[in-house]
């Protein structure tokens, strides 16, 4: 299978680290051309080491600010990609984060910051995604379909998780909002889907991989005894933008090394 991506434009948000990061540099390796998101000047530098790799390979790129939890930005950065790259064929909506706390001790600034970056965010790069590919239509040399939306969920929108309610009840709902989306959407060929990774090396989950305890600890949640890297989610990112899985529409797909087939069953539980 010779995925091939050229002329389509990928907006990856939350592309200067971790998953994002590897997704983008995978896209910008089939041949799209890649606009890579981060939120503010902290993490302009590490967009433009994205962009550097990307550029280095021979891949087209380019970075853009914004917040994807307010609309006035999110909305001026389609403006920006419409205006360099003409527009827009595969999103993915990868930024989020986590404020963990005991859900007795969570305060409502924990509780709304994980929803709008994780859930708020997510609707208003769909919005704007699908407002775009209406207004385009179907390009046949580019893609059968209209347009790719995928949505980073994670093991988290069907595994309850203590002390993380917010994050949790984010990526539950991201799976209706993906579901809803591909329904809604699904005649007019726009594709969407959800990747929902296990545990992935990136700085969103140091603490359980920094240390060779932790991640032997970690090891007891995955059958397939390894953590998870950004090129695995790039893979399975790829392909769901390709026409390769255009019968692909409103799944949920768990990348997580087994860790949804419940490893502490396989001594009888
Ligand atoms: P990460 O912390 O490396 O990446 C998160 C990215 O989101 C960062 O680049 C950050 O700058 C960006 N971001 C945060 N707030 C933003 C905002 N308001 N606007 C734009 N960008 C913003 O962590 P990661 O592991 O790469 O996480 C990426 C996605 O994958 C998240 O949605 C996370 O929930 C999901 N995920 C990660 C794992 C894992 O094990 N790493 C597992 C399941 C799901």
């Not at 003409?86 to 509780?111: C, E, K, S, Y």
């Not at 539950?172 to 959407?185: P, S, V």
């Not at 893979?235 to 797909?253: E, K, P, Q, R």
Request: proline share 3%.
């Amino acid at each position: 299978m010779n995925i091939n991506l050229a002329k389509q434009v990928a907006l990856v948000t939350g592309a200067s680290s971790g998953i994002g990061a590897g997704v983008a540099r995978a896209m910008a390796a089939a041949g799209a051309r890649v606009v890579i998101n981060y939120p503010n000047e902290a993490a302009k530098e590490s967009a433009l080491s994205v962009l550097k790799d990307i550029h280095d390979g021979g891949g087209e790129g380019m970075i853009c600010s914004c917040d994807v939890s307010k609309e006035d930005q999110v909305i001026h950065m389609f403006k920006e990609v419409v205006e360099s790259y003409g527009t827009l064929d595969i999103l993915v909506n990868n930024a989020g984060l986590q404020r963990d706390a005991p859900f007795h001790d969570m305060t409502l600034d924990q509780w709304q910051f994980v929803i709008d970056v994780n859930l708020t965010g997510q609707f208003l790069c769909a919005r704007e995604a699908i407002r775009e590919f209406l207004r385009r239509g179907i390009v046949p040399e580019r893609s059968v379909a209209c347009g790719k939306i995928i949505h980073m969920s994670s093991v988290h929108e069907m595994i309850p998780w203590a002390g993380h309610a917010n994050y949790a009840a984010s990526k539950g709902a991201i799976r209706m909002l993906m579901q809803t989306l591909a329904q809604e959407y699904g005649d007019r060929k726009i594709r969407v889907n959800s990747i929902c990774p296990g545990a992935i090396q990136t700085p969103i989950n140091k603490s359980a991989w920094e240390t060779p305890q932790a991640l032997n600890n970690l090891m007891n949640l995955i059958p397939y005894n390894r953590i998870g890297q950004p090129t695995d989610i790039g893979n399975l990112a790829v392909f769901l933008a390709s026409d390769f899985s255009d019968y692909v529409t409103g799944a949920s797909i768990f990348i997580d090394g087994g860790m949804t087939v419940f490893e502490g069953f396989a001594t009888g539980g």
